[in-house]
């Protein structure tokens, strides 16, 4: 059958038919990848504008994190001023006992027996060294000696303390002597001091 011994309107049909069939393969085939090609391109815009939003926070909490860090900074360096400065914790155990014997003897009380403490085993920026004493004297030596504790420049804990009083049987006339036992501890520094 020749196309031109078909009538017009059938012609018109067969094009109807063919744009149909068109219709049908572009709406089964090509439609599907239209549509996730859309999602595909939704999800990634999603994403995009979570990154725009965290980079829009982290540039808002810079200025945050700098003075927190600033701060930081100056409380490490504040509190370096107040530790002792030696190369090792032997020295600076032995530093911090004779600003403890020194103490005590300004203040007018008897020292005993003074045993270094420190902890080796962990290495840190600080490092903690104690010294545990026992001192005797009256009340009014006890509390000068532990007064001064806060007028030295290394800052100082006191980590124990016992007090006892040392004759019950005393009269009335002798002074009151007590007996102090304490740990005081202090922070190092370690290699801040001169060779050795």
């Known amino acids: 059958m020749k196309w031109g ?18 219709g049908m393969l572009f ?3 090509l439609l599907p990848q239209w549509k996730s090609s859309i999602g595909e391109g939704r999800s990634a815009a999603a994403e ?8 829009r926070s982290l540039i808002a909490a810079e200025k945050w994190l700098h003075d927190s860090a600033t701060a930081r900074g100056h409380a490490y360096i504040d509190l370096a001023a107040q530790t ?17 014997n020194g103490a ?6 008897r020292v005993g027996a003074t045993q270094v403490l ?4 962990r290495r840190t920026a600080f490092q903690q ?7 005797t004297g009256d009340i009014s030596g006890l509390v000068r000696l532990f007064a001064s504790f806060e007028e030295i420049e290394t800052a100082l804990a006191i980590r124990e303390l016992s007090i006892t009083q040392m004759n019950v049987a005393a009269g009335d006339r002798e002074p009151e002597m007590l007996r102090a036992e304490f740990t005081v ?8 001091g001169p060779q050795q």
């Open 5 to 22: 011994a078909v009538s017009k309107r059938e012609r018109v049909i067969v094009m109807l038919g063919a744009i149909a069939i068109g």
């Open 27 to 29: 709406s089964s085939r």
């Open 48 to 55: 995009a504008k979570r990154a725009v939003a965290l980079a």
């Open 84 to 100: 002792l400065t030696e190369r090792s914790l032997g020295a600076a155990g032995a530093e911090l006992a004779e600003l403890v």
């Open 104 to 109: 005590a003897a300004d203040a007018g009380v």
């Open 118 to 121: 420190s902890d080796t085993t």
């Open 129 to 135: 060294v104690a010294v545990r004493t026992a001192v």
């Open 185 to 192: 501890a202090a922070l190092m520094r370690p290699g801040g």
